[in-house]
């Protein structure tokens, strides 16, 4: 299964990416160039964290004019999943590829530790080999992870089961504490109304090994090529 | 800026080249030229050195590039004699110094680059872009060699939190490491972070980076082939930061926050797409040589690469991409505009060159050419305005052997009967004492720094900040890197030689604590005015303690930086020697983390603990003072006791390894249960009793080197015990490690210690937030 | 504060470029509000806030 890899100028992701793919899953990294308009047949699509276009003006901001963004696009509304980490799911809110928007967090500061998050819901192509309500522990790293959208719009996504993560305490339940950065409603992750765009500030691609503090991040990418092969399997 | 200097410096009119002829004004006179040498930080012998050189008076333009190459910062005038002294050599080593990174070799083909280089003064005056442009210019440094950069650290130091000074200094500073590592992505995974009043008006900001690279694709700062194209890559050249190594080299007084100009601002979003680009041109073999234009910009790039090849190299100023409109010579050649890059190429290549470069949207000019007369030669527009020998400019650069003589005050100091201080066996201190030393900025967590570094980027970072050393994953080899920063500008003020020396021994048994052996050894030597005979008596004793400790480990030192003129009207501040230690670990499978692990755990002491007090941080903190001897360092014990941690952890005897350093058994022991709190239930308790034949306050918090505590399974302890007397050295049991969140117990002798573990993790993590986030805003 | 130059044939055209650009790229509508004014110079194009 063929998984493409955006590279902004200012990822700096990518290669994390790279590597949840190869050594992780077994499955095959492709990088997309953001000056291309074509994804190279992949199967599967990754905007991965860093600083695109060095956050100027907005983080994502720039980034969703390049010419790869229209591939990415028209690749969503084909119902291609798509995943945005981090910067890449600051991107794919200002594209309004998803709901919301991500502002400086709460505190001001960058923050960058392990945080623990709760699976809300497992019918995403990302989250399908999760169990509902699964605690997974992964860092984050950002300094506008803060999500936010108006009251109708987090109802609606309460409503639709579209909050994906949530961040919550080691036990399990949402406190202020557990909540680094001031997220409304501790949302970590989104997704879009036909559910298979998902954004998440946690770095799944950074929790692939134990040696590294965690292997809870390579379910999003197993789930993938689950959701594929079983979409395959459905087509066949 | 005197009105002379000013008008010399910025009027394009009163550069006359070396041939002056039509020049519309007269020449300056050779006292002129003097007088602005001098104001550029030369002395009257280097000037005349400088006329013997052209066997004529130098242009305007070429005081500059003088007075750069010359300072203390690029021509090491002061500390050459002393730096030949250290061991550069081993087995492992494949760059020593003299390249813009060391190399050593880590087998399977891979090297690891690394170097550490100090921003104090421009930090001092603008926090934030100054730490900023230190990592900048440390990152560049390591991949201009080929190697693509895995891991920043860095050594801060700062004056009291109790000053709102040193509050806005360590926020700004924290802010500029943070941002500028974390938009590049490169994790920062460790360091260590002082708080003195010695540092009070003079922070110091070191920055090291470790990278890793094919051996076989290793890149130079070098200028072969006549006729090769020299290009000046990046970020165009603007006014910013010009003559920021003579600024480096001056001492900081009132008026240097007029220097604000000098300081340079950084841009990592630029930095980031140069380093891409700059790998990409190495690992495509399209480079001749590569260097990057940091401290006195264009002018040390081009003539270091020309000298390492012993060329010539000639360029044209006005073939340089610049910000601003009327940018002289002097101006070009001089700023230190960050995120730039010199390359030499081949004519054939120059195409190639430019895709990548246009590709990463990066500007490329050819800006001149490979010579071989030898001359670094500068045009304005085809005109010359400088013309210059490589070989005395770069290598010429008088140096100094200066009178050392030491403060009597310090001997004074130093010979201080710490026997008649009061109250410092007393049993009823000892609890307090803990926690004032766990609460101290300099010994408590500093979870709040590190918390705003992005730390696991590239997923390599095994152990990251807040353990003795940090672990990186070496590629896919299945081995590590291990790194420390250390130094202690207390210990060094009070006894040089031996402070330093420690410095070395305490980021060896970082590295080995960890299960890595020592490798290799980069410093930054961070002195005042060394024309002072008490700062040279400091710097010299100090670099012989270096030599003595790496030759004693076996740790070659392999590039470094010296910060001299550290000194402000309130005088110097500690002679500071910062040692950035690299090791390698035979195997991830096998690295020992520095905190409890289990309940029912022996806890061990290795090394020997004497009657030793001085220089220690519990003197500092609970008796507000900085005296006595520090503790003496047996050299030949270092080195038996780093073989003894690196044999411990390949055989899997160890369950945990903390250095036993600041503070003291007493807190490395409570690190070691708060340690513990993340990867177990909770933070683990101790029962433990310490029979030293030594006070209470020696026992407990004294620094006595060559230590460290240990955890093993009680299966493992009788071999463990067995492998410490093979290597000839002292172990003692102390006791087990206890229940989550139970009871912190430790005796020594007669006097207890007894605490909740939650209340002395409570004092460990409130140090820095207590401080650091009360106040509403951060003023300057 | 962001501050443009932009030539335009009148006022109104320009104006709508303005607010086009803030609602494309300058302002995140989900999080930020903007306005801004135009001013016109006779020797230099005109200049939005």
Same mark, same amino acid.
């Given at each position: ?88 799911? $600051? ?140 979409? $395959?399997?459905?087509?066949? | ?234 970020? +165009? ?241 299945? +081995? ?301 | ?49």
């Amino acid at each position: 299964m063929r998984f493409g890899i955006v590279r902004f100028p200012g990822s700096n992701c990518d290669f994390d990416c790279e590597r949840a793919v190869r050594d992780g899953i077994g499955q095959e990294p492709v990088v997309l160039w953001h000056k291309e308009e074509s994804l190279l047949g992949a199967d599967v699509v990754l905007l991965p964290g860093g600083f695109s276009y060095g956050d100027h003006l907005r983080a994502g901001a720039i980034a969703r004019f390049s010419p790869i963004m229209k591939a990415v696009r028209a690749f969503a509304a084909e119902g291609g999943p798509v995943l945005g980490i981090c910067n890449g799911f $600051q991107i794919l809110c200002e594209a309004h590829l998803l709901p919301g928007a991500l502002i400086r967090n709460r505190g001001l500061r960058f923050r960058c530790h392990p945080v623990h998050v709760r699976v809300e819901s497992t019918a995403t192509p990302f989250t399908g080999e999760y169990d509902a309500g699964q605690i997974l522990r992964l860092p984050i790293a950002h300094g506008e992870g803060q999500y936010v959208a108006d009251e109708n719009t987090l109802d609606e996504l309460e409503r639709d089961g579209r909050v994906i993560f949530r961040y919550v305490n080691p036990a399990g339940e949402t406190t202020e504490e557990a909540n680094p950065n001031g997220s409304a409603r501790s949302i970590a992750g989104v997704c879009n109304a036909e559910r298979n765009v998902v954004g998440l500030m946690p770095h799944p691609e950074r929790a692939i090994s134990a040696m590294i503090g965690s292997e809870d991040g390579l379910g999003v990418f197993r789930s993938a090529v689950a959701a594929l092969t079983s979409l $395959q399997g459905a087509t066949a | 800026m005197t009105p002379l200097e000013s008008d010399l410096m910025t009027s394009p009119e009163a550069i006359s080249p070396p041939d002056a002829g039509e020049s519309s004004r007269p020449a300056p006179e050779r006292d002129d030229l003097l007088s602005l040498a001098i104001r550029h930080g030369l002395s009257e012998q280097e000037f005349d050195a400088i006329l013997e050189i052209l066997g004529r008076l130098p242009s305007l333009p070429e005081v500059g590039v003088f007075s750069a190459m010359w300072s203390e910062h690029c021509g090491y005038k002061n500390s050459r004699p002393l730096l030949r002294t250290l061991p550069t050599t081993g087995d492992l080593v494949v760059e020593g110094p003299g390249e813009n990174a060391g190399v050593i070799d880590a087998g399977d083909g891979w090297g690891v680059a690394f170097k550490i280089e100090s921003h104090n003064h421009p930090s001092a005056v603008e926090p934030y872009q100054g730490a900023a442009t230190g990592v900048g210019g440390i990152l560049r440094d390591v991949f201009t060699m080929g190697a693509r950069p895995i891991a920043v650290l860095n050594s801060l130091r700062f004056g009291s939190l109790d000053s709102a000074r040193s509050r806005f200094l360590l926020d700004g500073v924290v802010r500029g490491i943070g941002d500028y590592g974390n938009c590049v992505g490169i994790p920062t995974v460790g360091g260590e972070t002082v708080f003195d009043p010695a540092y009070e008006q003079n922070p110091l900001v070191n920055a090291m980076c470790i990278g890793v690279v094919r051996l076989d694709s290793l890149a130079r700062g070098r200028a072969d082939g006549v006729g090769n194209p020299v290009m000046a890559v990046g970020a +165009r050249t603007g006014r910013d930061g010009i003559h920021g190594a003579t600024f480096a080299s001056a001492e900081l007084d009132e008026s240097s926050h007029e220097s604000r100009p000098q300081v340079q601002v950084g841009d990592p979003f630029t930095e980031k797409l140069l380093l891409e680009a700059s790998l990409e041109l190495i690992e495509r073999d399209l480079l001749v040589g590569i260097q990057d234009m940091g401290a006195a910009g264009l002018t040390s790039s081009a003539a270091e690469m020309a000298s390492r090849s012993g060329s010539g190299i000639d360029i044209d100023v006005g073939l340089v991409p610049v910000r601003e409109p009327d940018m002289t010579p002097y101006e070009i050649l001089l700023s230190e505009s960050q995120e730039r890059m010199l390359l030499v190429t081949r004519p054939e290549r120059v195409a190639d060159v430019r895709e990548v470069l246009e590709r990463w949207d990066l500007q490329a000019a050819t800006i001149g050419s490979v010579t071989d007369d030898g001359i670094f030669r500068v045009r304005e527009n085809g005109q010359v305005v400088a013309e210059i020998p490589v070989a005395p400019l770069v290598d010429g650069c008088p140096t100094y052997t200066r009178e050392a003589v030491e403060s009597p005050e310090i001997i004074r100091l130093r010979e201080l009967d710490l026997t008649e201080v009061s109250g410092l066996n007393a049993d009823s201190e000892a609890e307090e004492s803990l926690l004032s030393l766990l609460r101290s900025p300099t010994i408590g967590s500093r979870r709040w720094i590190y918390e705003q570094y992005d730390t696991s980027v590239r997923t390599n970072t095994v152990v990251g900040p807040g353990s003795d050393a940090a672990v990186l994953r070496l590629e896919d080899t299945g +081995r590590g890197i291990a790194a420390s920063v250390d130094g202690n500008g207390r210990y060094v003020w009070l006894e040089p030689r031996r402070g330093a020396a420690i410095a070395v021994a305490e980021a060896a048994r970082n590295v080995a604590c960890a299960g890595a052996r020592p490798v290799a050894v980069t410093n930054c030597l961070n002195f005042g005015n060394p024309l002072g005979a008490a700062v040279y008596y400091q710097l010299s004793e100090a670099v012989a303690g270096l030599g003595e400790a790496c030759e004693a480990l076996g740790t070659p030192v392999t590039g470094g930086n010296v910060s001299l003129y550290n000194e402000t009207p309130s005088g110097p501040i500690y002679p500071t020697p910062v040692v950035g230690m690299i090791g390698l670990l035979s195997s991830l499978d096998r690295v020992v983390p520095s905190a409890f692990r289990e309940t029912g755990d022996v806890v061990l002491l290795v090394g020997d603990t004497a009657e030793e007090l001085g220089g220690s941080e519990y003197l500092a903190v609970r008796h507000g003072l900085v005296a006595g001897a520090p503790p003496e360092i047996d050299l030949a014990q270092a080195r038996r006791l780093v073989d003894f941690l690196v044999r411990a952890a390949e055989e899997g005897l160890l369950r945990s390894a903390h250095d036993c350093s600041d503070g003291g058994l007493a807190v490395a022991l409570a690190e070691c249960s708060i340690g513990s709190a993340g990867s177990t239930s909770g933070p683990l308790g101790l029962d433990a009793q310490f029979h030293s034949g030594v006070g209470a306050a020696a026992a407990l918090f004294g620094e006595s080197q060559n230590r460290a505590v240990l955890s093993c399974t009680a299966a493992e302890e009788a071999r463990l015990c067995e492998l410490a007397s093979e290597f000839d050295l002292p172990i003692h049991t102390l006791g087990a490690v206890a229940a989550p969140h139970g009871r912190f117990r430790l005796a020594a002798d007669s006097v207890k210690i007894d605490l909740e573990v939650g209340v002395i993790q409570e004092a460990f993590e409130s140090a820095l937030p207590a401080r650091m986030e009360k106040e509403a805003g951060l003023t300057a | 504060m962001i501050g443009l130059r932009i030539e335009a044939d009148d006022l109104t055209s320009c104006e709508q470029q303005v607010r086009e650009a803030c609602q494309r790229l300058l302002a995140n509508p989900v999080i930020e509000d903007f306005e801004f004014t135009v001013s016109e110079s006779a020797d230099q194009p005109a200049v939005a806030k």
